[in-house]
């Protein structure tokens, strides 16, 4: 059964920094190119950070460019999301995915405290 489970989320302060992991199984981990997605409370889900398949290639959204650092160890199944240099806006529930699937972790909720 394909899972991803998402770890690494709480409480900062503005400023800090967290790191987001995202463990995958179930599937063929390396033949997908993986996703960073967030909501807010009362906002759409959008796009954070993308990873090709074997890494090499990332793309950011505007806000987070700078900021944010994806990655990924196929060794370990796993991507990660370094965050930097957090805001209060940051603050949602950040998810990963599996790109071109249907696969979605449950979150692990980030806040930023003023």
């Known amino acids: 059964q394909e899972q991803l489970v998402e770890s690494g989320g709480g409480l900062v302060q503005a400023g800090g920094s967290l790191r987001l992991s995202c463990a995958a199984s179930?599937?063929?981990?390396?033949?997908?190119?993986m996703g960073w997605f967030r909501q807010a409370p009362g906002k759409e889900r959008e796009f954070v950070a993308a990873?090709?398949?074997?890494?090499?290639?990332?793309n950011y959204a505007d806000a987070m460019k700078g900021r944010f650092t994806a990655s990924r160890d196929n060794a370990k199944n796993t991507v990660y999301l370094q965050m930097n240099s957090l805001k209060p806006e940051d603050t949602a529930v950040y998810y990963c995915?599996?790109?071109?699937?249907?696969?979605w972790g449950r979150g692990t909720q980030v806040t930023v405290s003023s």
């Open positions: 179930g599937f063929i981990f390396g033949r997908y190119a």
């Open positions: 995915k599996a790109l071109d699937t249907g696969y």
């Open positions: 990873m090709s398949r074997n890494g090499g290639s990332t």
